[in-house]
T-cell receptor, first 112, second 115 residues
């Protein structure tokens, strides 16, 4: 079974630039999560999709972050413009209804 | 508000000894699941163990066991016979089964196993 795919693995940008991350969940997983993990901290939920609808985006900084899930499958998370404090690992995870989360390898973002 | 609390930022344990990592949770939901994940320095998130809120017996997975005390809202992870490869960050997490499957993580505990 293929796992959760994320790209790119690493990204370095300057502040005020834009960046996009891509995630392809495990086939058949209806729920998709994007987390932000700052070094030394726990994952913080940015947005949760159920199929292609948003379930929770209460902690998404909507003035600069956006996300979409096309046709209920893969998803893109965008930051525009990036700030220094956005430096973190962005984790994508997917699951069936009551199962554990399956995580991708993450995208490590450095904003200079 | 739902919340997961891990009060031990860092811990040391001697190799081959047992260690307990603390986790308390707060929810008004009756149906939830509790999870522990391990995150080594490579960054991957590795699922360790799961406990459902209606499970009467504590979950066990090999050297991992979950000490579930529902009345105290605690879900501590016990690692028996620690190994050097157990050195990692450990996260407690909670899933709300009838609240859109929201999934919350604690702040983590950094475990260092000493030879």
């Amino acid at each position: 079974e293929a796992g959760v795919a994320q790209s790119p693995r690493y990204k370095i940008i300057e502040k005020r630039q834009s960046v996009a991350f891509w995630c392809n969940p495990i086939s058949g997983h209806a729920t998709l999560y994007w987390y932000q993990q700052i070094l030394g901290q726990g994952p913080k939920l940015l947005i949760q999709f159920q199929n292609n609808g948003v379930v929770d985006d209460s902690q998404l900084p909507k003035d600069r972050f956006s996300a979409e899930r096309l046709k209920g499958v893969d998803s893109t998370l965008k930051i525009q413009p990036a700030k220094l404090e956005d430096s973190a690992v962005y984790l994508c995870a997917s699951s069936l209804v009551v199962e554990k989360l399956f995580f991708g390898s993450g995208t490590q973002l450095s904003v200079l | 508000a739902q919340k997961i609390t891990q009060t031990q930022p860092g811990m040391f344990v001697q190799e081959k000894e047992a260690v307990t990592l603390d986790c308390t949770y707060d929810t008004s939901d009756q149906s939830y699941g509790l999870f522990w994940y391990k995150q080594p320095s490579s960054g991957e998130m590795i699922f360790l163990i799961y406990q459902g809120s209606y499970d009467e017996q504590n979950a066990t997975e090999g050297r991992y066991s979950l000490n579930f005390q529902k009345a105290r809202k605690s879900a501590n992870l016990v690692i028996s016979a620690s190994q050097l490869g157990d050195s990692a960050m450990y996260f407690c997490a909670m899933r709300l089964l009838y609240n859109f499957n929201k999934f919350y993580f604690g702040s983590g505990t950094k475990l260092n196993v000493k030879p």
